[in-house]
């Protein structure tokens, strides 16, 4: 079992403030996971594979490709920037976010 004091040191790395009562309780609930944890550990599961992934999804994102509506708009950068109310080389210019 825990003592109070490696509860507090917990406690205090998580920046919780206890009381004596909350402390008895934490480092009863506490030692009770860590020696469930043990009985896992013990469990042998040399025959098991990793699981990488629960969905079975894999890749369910779109390829980055250029399409042609895409490209249009590249060529038509110029136009674009001749609307801009401020504009630096060939970006537009903005106020500063942060």
Avoid: W
């Amino acid at each position: 079992m825990l003592s109070n004091e490696e509860i507090k040191k917990i406690a205090e790395l998580a920046r919780m403030n206890l009381t004596e009562g909350e402390v008895e309780k934490y480092k009863k609930d506490i030692s009770e996971i860590l020696d469930y944890m043990k009985n896992l550990s013990e469990v042998d599961t040399s025959n098991i594979e990793p699981l990488y992934n629960i969905t079975g999804l894999f890749n369910v994102f779109r390829k980055d490709e250029i399409s042609d509506d895409k490209k249009d708009r590249l060529k038509n950068r110029e136009d674009y920037l001749k609307q801009a109310p401020q504009k630096e080389g060939n970006y537009f210019k903005v106020k500063k976010v942060l």
